[in-house]
């Protein structure tokens, strides 16, 4: 049963990339991980996010190997493993193809922390990953390396990767990381001056959010 969910959660978020912009058809991919078993629910290559169904999401193991689904997983499939492997705090991931976070991935910059749900959600600026060609064991590796111990990175070119203890968690942080990179691409078009919130004020707010609004990740 707690597959079937997953396989439902997954196919949800899908949905709500799609409404919100975040995907065109069957762009990004999501995945959610079983704590217990490892077992991950992948969404498949290439099938339209409107035509998905939750049977049609692939379960993986830890290694990539597939167990259940009769579609091939996505296409990123390294770089969901490499990120579970190194994180096994983390049991969601979540790429899109937000229109402003790519503003930042298509020209390598950082995003700046500018406001406070992104102090809370992010915990700091977003860094850039290299680029390196999608689908390829390399991408899986700068990008984990990129995204460290953080909640978000930007693959150079490419897109964002978000992450959290669950999909819920994770596509909290992708909102927010768009929400950011539209305002500073804003303030930025109207040759505004950005007031980034000093390090220890981003650090008392995410100790803050952790502690209040995350409790089970403080």
């Given at each position: 049963?707690?597959?079937?969910?997953?396989?439902?959660?997954?196919?949800?978020?899908?949905?709500?990339?799609?409404?919100?912009?975040?995907?065109?058809?069957?762009?990004?991919?999501?995945?959610?991980?079983?704590?217990?078993?490892?077992?991950?629910?992948?969404?498949?290559?290439?099938?339209?996010?409107?035509?998905?169904?939750?049977?049609?999401?692939?379960?993986?193991?830890?290694?990539?190997?597939?167990?259940?689904?009769?579609?091939?997983?996505?296409?990123?499939?390294?770089?969901?493993?490499?990120?579970?492997?190194?994180?096994?705090?983390?049991?969601?991931?979540?790429?899109?193809?937000?229109?402003?976070?790519?503003?930042?991935?298509?020209?390598?910059?950082?995003?700046?922390?500018?406001?406070?749900?992104?102090?809370?959600?992010?915990?700091g600026e977003v860094p850039v990953a290299?680029?390196?060609?999608?689908?390829?064991?390399?991408?899986?590796?700068?990008?984990?390396?990129?995204?460290?111990?953080?909640?978000?990175?930007?693959?150079?070119?490419?897109?964002?990767?978000?992450?959290?203890?669950?999909?819920?968690?994770?596509?909290?942080?992708?909102?927010?990381?768009?929400?950011?990179?539209?305002?500073?691409?804003?303030?930025?078009?109207?040759?505004?001056?950005?007031?980034?919130?000093?390090?220890?004020?981003?650090?008392?707010?995410?100790?803050?959010?952790?502690?209040?609004?995350?409790?089970?990740?403080?």
């Amino acid at each position: 049963m707690l597959l079937k969910s997953l396989r439902e959660q997954v196919q949800e978020a899908c949905l709500q990339m799609l409404a919100d912009g975040f995907s065109n058809i069957s762009e990004g991919n999501v995945s959610a991980r079983d704590p217990k078993s490892g077992l991950i629910a992948i969404s498949p290559m290439a099938i339209p996010y409107l035509a998905l169904r939750p049977k049609d999401v692939c379960i993986i193991d830890s290694t990539g190997k597939q167990r259940k689904g009769k579609w091939r997983p996505t296409s990123e499939l390294a770089l969901h493993t490499a990120i579970y492997l190194r994180r096994p705090d983390v049991n969601a991931v979540v790429h899109t193809h937000a229109s402003y976070a790519n503003v930042f991935a298509a020209t390598g910059q950082a995003l700046p922390v500018v406001l406070t749900e992104s102090a809370m959600l992010l915990g700091g600026e977003v860094p850039v990953a290299p680029y390196r060609t999608p689908g390829s064991a390399e991408l899986a590796d700068v990008t984990a390396d990129a995204l460290g111990n953080g909640a978000a990175v930007l693959m150079a070119q490419h897109g964002l990767i978000t992450v959290g203890d669950d999909l819920g968690s994770a596509y909290l942080v992708t909102l927010a990381v768009e929400q950011c990179a539209q305002v500073v691409c804003l303030a930025r078009a109207m040759d505004a001056p950005l007031n980034l919130l000093p390090p220890e004020e981003i650090a008392g707010l995410r100790s803050a959010y952790l502690q209040n609004y995350h409790p089970t990740k403080a």
